[in-house]
């Protein structure tokens, strides 16, 4: 399925301005640092851009700021993502900010059932 030129570029600009969260969380997973597994970062799955991804595990991470205090959006994107057979891990930015040990424990939980 080819992706959204528009979402693609989209996902590229996101690349480039990460937040302060998601670039504390994309040291743990990015290079296959975590575990071995491959995380691909702000990438497009279906109609979203997924703050992390794990194709292969089919898992999403969600780093949640201020951009997401609209709960049924979140809901219905979780939905979808659900129904594409991924599964979505939500952290708020003040816990990947002062507890990236816990973060990490908490998708090592994930990996290990």
Do not use: C
Not at 86 to 107: K, S
Request: net charge positive.
């Amino acid at each position: 399925m080819q992706t959204d030129p528009v979402l693609r570029d989209r996902a590229r600009a996101m690349r480039r301005a990460m937040t302060e969260p998601e670039k504390r969380l994309w040291l743990i997973l990015r290079d296959r640092r975590f575990h071995g597994i491959k995380f691909s970062r702000q990438v497009p799955v279906g109609p979203y851009i997924a703050d992390f991804a794990a194709r292969s595990h089919k898992l999403v991470i969600e780093v949640d700021g201020d951009t997401h205090s609209d709960q049924s959006r979140d809901a219905r994107r979780t939905a979808w993502l659900a129904q594409a057979g991924y599964q979505v891990i939500r952290f708020p930015n003040a816990e990947v900010m002062t507890n990236p040990d816990g973060v990490a424990h908490t998708l090592m939980n994930r990996f290990t059932r």
